[in-house]
C-alpha cells in the first residue's frame, strides 16, 4: 500500500494533522490499533485548544464538562478561581478521551485519510521514503509522521528514545459515580509536582505527577490515595491508571529535532508536553497544525516546520522549564495561595493560565502590572520574578 504520508499514532496530534492534509487533498494513512480506547489522561481541553478545532468538529461529537472554576490548594490553604468566558469558546471543558480521541480520527477520516487499525511493528527507510511494517501488511510512505506518544517507535528509529529525566509519572484513578463541575489542582512539594481533579461526565480522573528521576510509582500511587480521602468523598469505583509524559529541560528542549529527511515527530513523541503543567493537547494539535501547513507547500518541508516548533512551540516550553525548579519549592506554593487568596487580579491571570489564554511569554509583566507591588516582591523573593525581571520588562517580555 502507497501513501503519500503515513501518520503513526491516531490521537489529537496525529488525527487532527490528518485531517489538515487529508482536507487539501493529500494522501494520508493513519497506523493505530488502539481506538476505541480510553487515554489515562485529565482530559482538558483548553480555550485555545478548542479554537483550533473550531468549526471542524462538532461541539456535540464528545461529550465534556465545561469547567467553570478551579481550586487551588497547598497544605491547609485552598483558593477559588472563577475562569472567564473567551468570545465563541469556553475557558475550559474536560472530556474522556475515548470520546475526544474518536472524534478527531472520525474527522479525519471523513475528510479522506485512510485508517489501518493495525499496530506500527518497525519502520523502515527504503527507496521511496519509508515502510512501515504491521501485522496486517505493510505501508509504504514518501514521509512518516510519528505521532505515537512518548514510547514512540518512530521516534526511537528516527532520532533516539527519550531519557528518564525527560519524562514525568503520572499515575492515578478514574473515581466513577460522581462527577463536578470545577478542577481542583493541590500542589505537593515531596516529590515536587501537584494533584489534580478533573471531571468528566460520569466520572472523576483523579491523578498526579512528577519528574520520572525525582519520585516512584508508589509514592505517586500514596500521594494521590491519601489525597483523595482528605477531599473527595468516599464511594466509587476506582480504576487505577499510570503514564509517561514528556517534560524537558531547558537544555533538553535544545537538543532536540523536530524534523528531518523525510521524517516529523508530533505532540508527546516531539516532546511537547507543558514542564510544569504537562498539559499537551494543545501543543499536539498545533504541532499537527504545523507539520500539514509545512507538508504542503513546497521547498523544504522539514527544515520550516523545525523552526515553526521551536520558535512558536519550544520557545514557550523554555519559559514553562526556567520556572520550573522555582515553581514547585514550598515557600513560593505558600506565597502562591496567599496572593491569590488577597488579588482578584492575580486570581484572573491564574484562571487565564488555567485556560492556556495566558501563555508564560508576558507573564512577569502582567504579574508586575496589576500593581499589587507588596505581592509581587514577595514572589519575587520566593523564586519566581527573577532579577533579571526588569531587563525582560523593557524588552516586553
Known sequence: MKAEIGIVGAGPAGAWAAYRLARAGARVTIIDDSHPREKPCGGGLTGR???????????GAFPSVTISGALFQHGDRRVSVRLRNYQTTPPLVVASRRDLDAALLRAAIDAGAKHIASRARDVER????????????????????GADGPTSLVRRRVFR????????????????????????????????????????????????????????????????????????????????????????????????????????????AAGLGDPITREGIYCAM????LAAQNLLEAGDPASRFSAGIRDEIHAELRRAASLKARFYRP??????????????????????????????????????????????????????LSARSHCRLAAGD
Open 126 to 145: 527504503n527507496s521511496g521514503g519509508w515502510r512501515v511494517l504491521t501485522r496486517d501488511g505493510d505501508v509504504d510512505c514518501g514521509w512518516i509522521i
Open 286 to 289: 498545533r504541532s499537527g497544525d
Open 161 to 268: 528514545a527519550f531519557e528518564r529525566s525527560d519524562l514525568s509519572i503520572a499515575t492515578g484513578w478514574f473515581v466513577r459515580g460522581t462527577t463536578a463541575r470545577d478542577v481542583m489542582i493541590a500542589f505537593e512539594t515531596e516529590p515536587p509536582g501537584y494533584v489534580w481533579s478533573f471531571p468528566r461526565p460520569d466520572h472523576l480522573a483523579v491523578g498526579i505527577c512528577a519528574q520520572a528521576n525525582e519520585s516512584t510509582t508508589p509514592q505517586l500511587q500514596f500521594c494521590s490515595r491519601r489525597w483523595m480521602a482528605r477531599s473527595i468523598a468516599p464511594g466509587g469505583l476506582h480504576k487505577w491508571y499510570a503514564w509517561p509524559i514528556p517534560s524537558l529541560s531547558e537544555s533538553a528542549l535544545a537538543r532536540e529535532e523536530p524534523a528531518a529527511d523525510r521524517w516529523m515527530l508530533l505532540g508527546d
Open 49 to 59: 485548544a478548542l479554537e483550533l478545532i473550531d468549526g471542524a468538529i462538532d461541539p
Open 331 to 384: 515557600r513560593f506554593m505558600g506565597l502562591m495561595l496567599r496572593a491569590l487568596q488577597s488579588s482578584a487580579p492575580i486570581r484572573e491571570i491564574m484562571g487565564d493560565l488555567v485556560a492556556g489564554q495566558q501563555p508564560y511569554h508576558g507573564l512577569r509583566r502582567r504579574l508586575l502590572s496589576t500593581l499589587e507591588l507588596r505581592l509581587m516582591l514577595e514572589l519575587w523573593s520566593g523564586g519566581l
